[in-house]
C-alpha cells in the first residue's frame, strides 16, 4: 500500500472532482449567504408533484428574465 502525503491526496481529490474540493458545509454557506444578501432565494417546492417542478422553475426563471430586461442600461 503506498503512502500518499496530505498534498498527495488533496491534489487527487481535487483532479476526481474536477477542480478544489469544497466541502458540503461551504457549499451550504455560501448559499445561506447569497440569500440572506438577496443574491438567491429559497422555494420550497416538495408540496408540488415532481412532474409540475419543472414548468413552475422556469416560470420563476421568466420573471427574472422580464424583470432585467426592464432594467435599463447601467443600471
Known sequence: ???LSPEE???AAAEAEGGIPVSAGARVGHVEMAVEAGRAFYVDL???PENLRPAVIAELKGVVDRALANIPLGS
Open 46 to 48: 416538495s408540496s408540488l
Open 9 to 11: 491526496r488533496f491534489r
Open 1 to 3: 500500500m503506498i503512502r
